[in-house]
T-cell receptor
């Protein structure tokens, strides 16, 4: 049982480059989330998708876009990477919107130089 | 690799002792409070939650206490083991806000000494 799978695990980008972080879950969950984790700041919500076909902004959405491709997949795109976007990115899913038990992927460590 | 910051408050306990991790929250309208555990190089993992109309909930080796008067949440771990070494985050969820997702605190590192 894979749970939540994120790709890639590590990435280095130059300032201004673009990339898409991929996330897929195999638990038939309705809701999916993207968080970023910076030193000393815990996890901050970037975007979330309450259900297939819907996406909403979180606490720190600027510089990001998302796509809920289908029920399984939720991708995060950086159109023009900036050093401030250097972080560890986590995708998560939960059975229902606002479910307290969210399942997290292993994370993507992104460095923008 | 290490996923969590270098400046987290740290609680160091001896193996076998009980641990108490504390969290202060600000949103009086939160409906649920939750504890997550994050081991080095991994994503956070759900431990236990408590509804806002409760003041105590017990799980396997863990107890969560909620004091709404002083807006304080704690996680008690009985007979702490080396495998409990991790960063612990409190989180909250409110159905009143438009945001249907968890909001996380900044975390506490638990170090278990053998």
């Amino acid at each position: 049982n894979a749970g939540v799978t994120q790709t890639p695990k590590f990435q280095v980008l130059k300032t201004g480059q673009s990339m898409t972080l991929q996330c897929a879950q195999d638990m038939n969950h309705n809701s999916m989330y993207w968080y970023r984790q910076d030193p000393g700041m815990g996890l901050r919500l970037i975007y979330y998708s309450a259900s297939e076909g819907t996406t909403d902004k979180g606490e720190v959405p600027n510089g990001y876009n998302v796509s809920r491709l289908n029920k399984r997949e939720f991708s995060l795109r950086l159109e023009s990477a900036a050093p401030s976007q250097t972080s560890v990115y986590f995708c998560a899913s939960s059975l229902r919107t606002g479910g307290t038990e969210a399942f997290f992927g292993q994370g993507t460590r992104l460095t923008v130089v | 690799g290490e996923s969590v910051g270098l400046h987290l408050p740290t609680l160091s306990v001896q193996e076998g002792d009980n641990s108490i991790i504390n969290c202060a929250y600000s949103n009086s309208a939160s409906d649920y409070f939750i504890w997550y555990k994050q081991e080095s190089g991994k994503g956070p993992q759900f431990i236990i939650d408590i509804r806002s109309n409760m003041d105590k909930r017990q799980g396997q080796r863990v107890t969560v206490l909620l004091n709404k008067t002083v807006k304080h949440l704690s996680l008690q771990i009985a007979a702490t083991q080396p495998g409990d070494s991790a960063v612990y985050f409190c989180a909250e969820f409110s159905m009143d806000t438009g945001r249907r997702a968890l909001t996380f605190g900044s975390g506490t590192r638990l170090q278990v000494q053998p």
